[in-house]
Structures are given as structure tokens and as C-alpha cells.
């Protein structure tokens, strides 16, 4: 059960490239976890990693003074608010990793396609 990268995704920042790429390493890292001890480690890399990029893209938007900075910022904390309740579950034994497959997979390649993407657009243009 795997997300796999294809550089279709890039949106031309190879740093932000970059990261896109590493988060996918970490989501597949949860998705392939096989016990409740490995599953809470790569979950909390998940969302370590998250934190970190989302950190790198918000201050380059700050800034760039990027005019869709509210909108972008507040895709990312719902993105934050679902790692917490993918934590819960795990801790509560509840995890349904098809349905979370499925969402994060969803979540990162339309918010790469459009999200970010309008940010890389931005970039260009400065």
C-alpha cells in the first residue's frame, strides 16, 4: 500500500520538489508500518515532517508577502487536524489505513497540483 512519487508532481521549486518527495517516503513509511510500535514511529515522522515542510512553505510565502498565503496556511493546519486524528486512532487501536490511504493520497496530490502549485507560479514571478 504505497503512494508512489512520479515526477509528473514536481511543481519546478526543486526545493519544494524535494520535500514533496520525502513527505512521500513518510507517508508510505506509515502505510507499510506493520505493528502498533512502528506504526506510532512513523505516524510521529509523518507529522514531524509535515510540520517541517509546511514550516519552510509559510515562511516563504510570508516572505514573498504571498497574497494566497491565508487559504494555503489554512489547508495546511486541516492537513495538521487529521495527522492528530490518524494519532488518535493508532492509539485507540480504531485505524482504518484503507480509508487513510486514500485520503492522504488524495489530500497531498490535489493540494500539490493546485495549492502549491499557484504558489510555485508566484515564485516565478518574483
Known sequence: MRIEWRDSYKIGNAEIDAQ???WFGKINGFLEATDQDSLVLCEMSMYQYT???FRHEETLMRSLKYPGMGDHVAKHNEMLSHLNAIS???????LDRKKWKDFLSDWLLNHIATIDTQ???FIDQK
Open 20 to 22: 514533496h518527495q520525502e
Open 88 to 94: 488518535e486512532q493508532i492509539a485507540n487501536f480504531t
Open 51 to 53: 510540520r517541517v515542510h
Open 119 to 121: 504558489l510555485a507560479e
